[in-house]
């Protein structure tokens, strides 16, 4: 099978799955099981249309994006990564970059890092807190939103209590911990959403091979105002202009994140 009839395939079986954890399900098997040399010509073509706002293209996107940014996948996106820089897969490179950064010192571990106060009269352990997630009221999600460990903030993430409000609130405050801002930025509930997805890409604190790909699902409005942010990484705001370049003139007629947009 060439290139273009394996993206095809992807496309088709993707879109036929209607819940998206179940798209990104479905991509990270293929992502392990098709050889990595045809599997980079083949998102390499999905990644092209995705450029030129084909949106059949551009929604499969959105769950490649959550398939590669999983825990876990790091090394499979690294050979990802030298297939495309090889075999010069220019649309797939810009989606996987791995841009060179200066060090920045180390985040203290969560388990060393103060805890909000609860209430109780002593500090909670990690197990309350994951307790305390998944069945908050309003004052002690306010205290959970604070809390520095990436496991409270995913059980918190997964809450049918939070609001998007909330999230955007997370996501935009800094500093912030890159674990947590990864940890929304996992989330398929969350991360579609276009407040929360600015948030977390404009976040300076967000980790570069998070906030990349997320930076392919912009559309020209959105690219344009992370380019001109002064906070954002600057290897960040260059990868938007690259990909603003290659936006068709028409994409902008939709407000991002809202009603037409089909990464919603």
Do not use: F
Request: net charge positive.
């Amino acid at each position: 099978m060439d290139a273009r009839g394996r993206a095809n395939a992807i496309l088709r079986a993707t879109l036929a799955l209607a819940d998206p954890g179940l798209r990104v399900s479905y991509l990270s098997g293929v992502l392990l099981e098709v050889d990595v040399a045809a599997l980079g010509r083949a998102l390499d073509v999905l990644c092209a249309r995705a450029e030129q706002a084909e949106e059949p293209a551009r929604e499969v996107l959105v769950s490649l994006v959550d398939a590669l940014n999983r825990e876990g996948a790091e090394d499979l996106v690294q050979l990802l990564r030298e297939e495309a820089v090889g075999a010069s897969l220019l649309s797939l490179e810009r989606l996987i970059r791995q841009p060179l950064l200066l060090s920045r010192p180390p985040e203290a571990p969560p388990e060393e890092t103060r805890p909000p106060d609860y209430g109780r009269g002593r500090p909670l352990t990690l197990g309350e807190r994951k307790a305390l997630a998944r069945r908050p009221n309003r004052e002690t999600l306010e205290r959970l939103l604070l809390d520095p460990h990436p496991h409270v903030i995913r059980g918190l993430l997964r809450n049918p209590r939070l609001t998007e409000d909330d999230v955007v609130r997370l996501a935009a405050r800094r500093p912030n911990r890159t674990a947590v801002l990864a940890e929304i930025a996992r989330s398929t509930k969350w991360i579609h959403r276009g407040r929360v997805r600015l948030a977390v890409i404009l976040n300076p604190d967000t980790a570069v091979e998070i906030a990349g790909p997320i930076s392919g699902l912009l559309v020209r409005q959105e690219l344009r105002l992370v380019a001109e942010s002064t906070h954002v990484s600057p290897v960040i705001r260059a990868l938007c202009l690259e990909h603003l370049e290659r936006r068709p003139p028409g994409e902008g007629a939709r407000e991002p994140g809202g009603r037409g947009d089909p990464l919603q």
